[in-house]
Nanobody, 123 residues
Framework: VQLQASGGGLVQAGGSLRLSCAAS????????MGWFRQAPGTEREIVAA????????AYADSAKGRFTISRDNAKNTAYLQMNSLKPEDTSVYYC?????????????????WGQGTLVTVSS
């Protein structure tokens, strides 16, 4: 599975962005998906995860109520809708895919990673 993340950019605090993760090489319907982020000098952390079918989701506390993860298996794509963005959301965002049902919040549960897309939120 090859993953291509896109949709990052510069946005003002309070604004919104939607990240996309397009998969190729294998259908994503066989994998759970997740979004992680990593700021300079910090560890990669979970943002949101979604089960293989899309029926279950999990969120980091920092993302609850502001971010929504979704997927369209027909398009082999996962999404992360981010609203009410804050400067502390500034980070490189990575999508990941892992075999099994999910959702998974642990880094080690994922088998494939995208290249990352930079999100910068200005105050």
């Amino acid at each position: 599975v090859q993953l291509q993340a896109s949709g990052g950019g510069l946005v003002q605090a309070g604004g919104s962005l939607r990240l996309s993760c397009a998969a190729s090489g294998r259908t994503v319907s066989s994998t759970a998906m997740g979004w992680f982020r990593q700021a300079p000098g910090t560890e990669r952390e979970i943002v949101a995860a979604i089960s293989r079918s899309g029926g279950r989701t999990a969120y980091a506390d920092s993302a609850k109520g502001r971010f929504t993860i979704s997927r369209d298996n027909a398009k082999n794509t996962a999404y992360l809708q981010m609203n009410s963005l804050k400067p502390e959301d500034t980070s490189v965002y990575y999508c990941a895919a892992g075999y099994g049902t999910g959702p998974y919040i642990n880094y080690a549960s994922y088998d494939y990673w995208g290249q990352g897309t930079l999100v910068t939120v200005s105050s």
